[in-house]
């Protein structure tokens, strides 16, 4: 993308509405712009990145066998008087009468939804273990929106729900949705911890939630500092197994972390004190194992092997995509702007042209531009007609991870300049050594 041709309202001046990093960020990046409270319009440059969380969702949870569908977002009330919540859920539920005066609501989740269409089609064991899961759009009437998409009222959210024959056979997804988790998280450059965590109305015993540690986090946190040291790193594991999936839930979770809601003094006070530490964390997602809660209200039942009608087993789980952009940004930027992860840039590497309208620049920076697409590779090149200053500092706030800078001096001797937006170090290198080594870098991804 030519910088001149995009639409990138960046912002000088500093949002007086934004009280956090990350919101502050957002807005000055011309990534979002509020519509109404809690509510926002995904400007082309957050829209980028919210589709590259939304990518790797996907992908991670294809590879652990879950089954992607699309659900609507508006919902008829009639099913959740059936499970009971229509009046359960208060005013958090978003209620709209339609044309016929029918009630109907915009969904804050879809237990209800899924059940529905499980019940309708699904009638034996053997059609079972299932799991299904959708990304969409969410609406909560949070009472009080705040921090931009940290707690929006309109979000994006990765939401799956498994279906199995027997506790033991949904206890198993629970493991594989932990294990699912921990790899979305890391492929996004994040440290998320699973902490023991209160069922809430959803319900159920087994509930763990995902924390990422940042100061202005609205949950309170406790844990063995221990649990930072865990990386789940590249392991190759077998989603199948119910041994793997279960020794990577043990792994994780056998320190103690646990949020304010589920902590334990006494427990806390077994670790030793060095390793004690009281934290603040965002929660980006959470799963739940919650038996036959909803099955047996709605009469979701399969046939089991000895002919006999069952309730299913069932549990549910999400990750907050739009919610995802904020906590990232909120662990990775500095004073000048954003750091992206390589994982979830919104573009590869900036290409800064200090002298636009110099025939050999425009002519190198054309030619770094195709041989990066050429590798696959989506270049920003700032091409516009200003300041040499005001073209850093834009690169700085919008945080691509890499910036080649080319300029008619540099090109006397054969070389641009590569620049990592995380250290800020820089090297000189030929045009075509420069591009190989970014070429690299995203190849290890
Ligand atoms: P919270 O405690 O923050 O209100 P929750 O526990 O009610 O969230 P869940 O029902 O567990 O939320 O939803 C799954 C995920 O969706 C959460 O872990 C969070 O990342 C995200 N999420 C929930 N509410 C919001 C919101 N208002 N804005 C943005 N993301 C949200
Ligand atoms: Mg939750």
New binding site residues.
Partial sequence: MRLSRYFLPVLKENPSEAQIVSHRLMLRAGMIKQASA?IYSWLPLGFKVLRKLENIVHEEQVRAGHIPMLMPTLQSADLWRESGRYDDYGQEMLRIKDRHDRDMLFGP?NEELITDIFRAHVGSYKDLPLTLYHIQWKF?D?IR?RFG?????E?F?K?GYNFDLTKEDALHAYNRHLVSYLRTYERMGLQAIPMRADG?P?GGDYTH??LVLAETG??EVFYDSAVTDLTFGDRDIDYDSVDQCRAVLEEFTSKYARTDETHDEALFNDIPEERRRVARGI????IFYFGTKYSEAMNAVVQGPDGKQVPVHMGSH???V???MGAIIEASHDDKGIIWPEGVTPYHCGIVNLKQGDEEADAACDALYSSLTTLGLEPLYDDRNERAGGKFATMDLIGLPWRITVGPRGLKNGVVELTSRRTGESEELPPEAAVQKVAEIYAEL
């Fill in positions: 809690g989740t909560r949070e929106p998409v940290m707690r929006g009222r979000f959210m939401d809430g959803i939630e995902f609205e949950s929660e980006v997602g959470q999400g990750i907050g739009s919610r995802l």
